[in-house]
């Protein structure tokens, strides 16, 4: 049966008479997420998306794709041609009833796998428009330590593919991403964000020039996971929802320092 409809209220910086919007939801089910943490992190990536999508019938000017990354690979679940778009109830009910997650638990994640089929999803799928505003949204919970790793470059090497990837008929175009960091408990996993919330994945989400419309909303390190540490990120007025969030400005490419790549870099752990 479906869901009731959430109550989080729709970003107001989302203008259907200016741009059209690609999205994409990015979550972790690497870090073992018992069934009772699972239901909130489903529940809550579902009022996520519902925040997000916008959009006045007949046109379908926000467009979600909806990934997963493991341990050793990452899937689009919902693309950006999905018939699911269609139907904004349809899409919320199943993300709560479809999503995977309880996975993992090892010490493994693979966010980068996830980063560049996510990428890849925007290359082949997205609209070439320029007036098209990109944005990814990562819900992480454990540490991909690949990223993390600052003296191999990886992390720069994604900031630089997603600053300059994408091409529209003006030009390169950045995908502006935010990362929503809730630590899981330290006994689900030994590469638990723990007390990285505020710093994890700094290197790939914030912006040179003090430009806002990237960066990371952190989650205390409580030892636990409840509906609390997300929705702190959806409360209007609060700092991650209106300088991150819901936050469209446009800005101009920040000239990353290496040259671009046509396609997402190769994950160092395997093919997902």
């Known amino acids: 049966e479906p869901t009731s409809s959430p109550t989080p209220q729709i970003c107001d910086q989302l203008d259907p008479t200016f741009s059209t919007y690609e999205f994409a939801i990015i979550v972790d089910n690497s870090c073992g997420l018992s069934e009772a943490e699972c239901e909130i992190q489903l529940e809550q990536v579902a009022e996520l998306f519902w925040i997000l999508k916008a959009d006045v019938p007949p046109n379908n000017i926000?467009?979600?794709?909806?990934?997963?990354y493991t341990e050793n690979g990452a899937e689009i679940i919902v693309g950006l041609d999905d018939t699911l778009q269609l139907n904004k109830q349809d899409y919320y009910d199943y993300i709560i009833n479809s999503g995977a997650c309880g996975a993992g638990g090892n010490g493994q994640t693979d966010l980068v796998s996830g980063l560049n089929v996510t990428l890849q999803e925007f290359v082949?799928?997205?609209?070439p428009v320029a007036e098209t505003i990109r944005k990814v949204y990562l819900?992480?919970?454990?540490?991909?330590n690949v990223i993390q790793n600052a003296s191999n470059g990886i992390c720069e090497e994604l900031f630089n593919d997603f600053e300059t990837t994408i091409e529209s008929d003006t030009g390169r175009v950045p995908i502006d991403r935010v990362a929503l960091n809730i630590p899981a408990p330290?006994?689900?996993a030994n590469n638990t964000i723990n007390g990285d919330s505020a710093t994890y994945l700094d290197c790939f989400a914030t912006l040179n020039l003090g430009q806002g419309a990237s960066g990371i909303c952190a989650a205390e390190n409580d030892e636990?996971?409840?509906s609390q540490d997300y929705s702190q990120f959806f409360e209007i007025d609060s700092e991650c929802y209106d300088e991150q969030i819901c936050n469209f400005a446009g800005r101009?490419?920040?000239?990353?320092?290496?040259?671009?790549?046509?396609?997402?870099?190769?994950?160092p752990t395997g093919t997902p």
């Open 62 to 68: 926000t467009r979600i794709t909806f990934a997963q």
């Open 139 to 144: 819900i992480n919970n454990c540490i991909d």
């Open 224 to 226: 636990e996971i409840s």
């Open 186 to 188: 330290s006994a689900r």
């Open 252 to 267: 101009a490419n920040p000239n990353p320092t290496q040259s671009p790549t046509l396609r997402p870099s190769e994950s």
């Open 124 to 127: 082949t799928n997205g609209n």
